[in-house]
């Protein structure tokens, strides 16, 4: 799907069509309620919408969300977009299916909110400056048996997010999985990320996952033999 990125808006890369699959995997009824939250482009907004979902897609950036809002647009979509901090903009609604696409680069300390470009991918020295607070609200956000699609990098604690999605009712997993080469983002601090050991040394790839987590799901998640997570049978 072609959309328009204006500089500071972040375009879709792997880890958005890594998402992007996963969204095409989910059924979705008609008239759904999906929420996309750090939408960019609105690229997975307009996704759902196109299959019939009620869309509503939030950015805490304002080119972001009037990007979304063309977006949508140009291709025809109805789409809901809100500019907010993460799901401010929608406390007390629930929705079927939430994908997200947050911040998860770890980077080097500094005061304040990261700010310009860095807001799309800056995400404090450990990576889960948003995902932590994004797992912590998942519960209220989602309709019974409603589905969260989180996509994040090995280098930002996969087992932090599956540890704390679980304690708040939900059943999460390790959905699908993808080795990338660093982008330049990555690329320009690697030699500190090694340092730190959240990548191995030499390495120039990071592995990308989406995390399927479900509220009141019947199945459960096991360890796979690699020691990570894999999807549990569906019923």
Sequence with gaps: MRVVTPPGVYAPQGDT????????????????????LCTGTGVL????????????????SAASAATARLNATLHRCRIRVLRG???APVTGERFDLVTVN???????????????????????PDGR?????????????????GVLLLVQSSMSGVA?????????????WVAARRS????????????????????????STEVLVVIRAVLDATGGAGP???????APPRR
């Design 160 to 172: 932090a997010s599956l540890a704390a999605l679980e304690p708040r009712g939900l059943r999460a």
């Design 45 to 60: 907004a307009i996704a759902a919408a196109r299959r019939g979902a009620d869309a509503t897609a939030i950015d805490v």
């Design 102 to 124: 947050p911040p998860y680069v770890p980077a080097r300390p500094s005061p304040g909110r990261p700010r310009g470009p860095g807001l799309a991918w800056d995400a404090g």
């Design 129 to 145: 400056l948003l995902l932590d607070r994004i797992c912590r609200a998942a519960p209220a956000l989602l309709a019974e048996h």
């Design 85 to 87: 901090d993460l799901a």
């Design 180 to 203: 990338l080469p660093f982008g330049p983002v990555t690329t320009a601090r690697a030699g500190w990320l090694r340092e730190r050991g959240l990548v191995p040394p030499l390495s």
């Design 17 to 36: 069509a890594l998402l992007m699959e996963s969204l095409a995997r989910e059924e979705l009824r008609p008239s759904a309620r999906t929420l996309d």
């Design 224 to 230: 796979g033999g690699d020691g990570t997570f894999e």
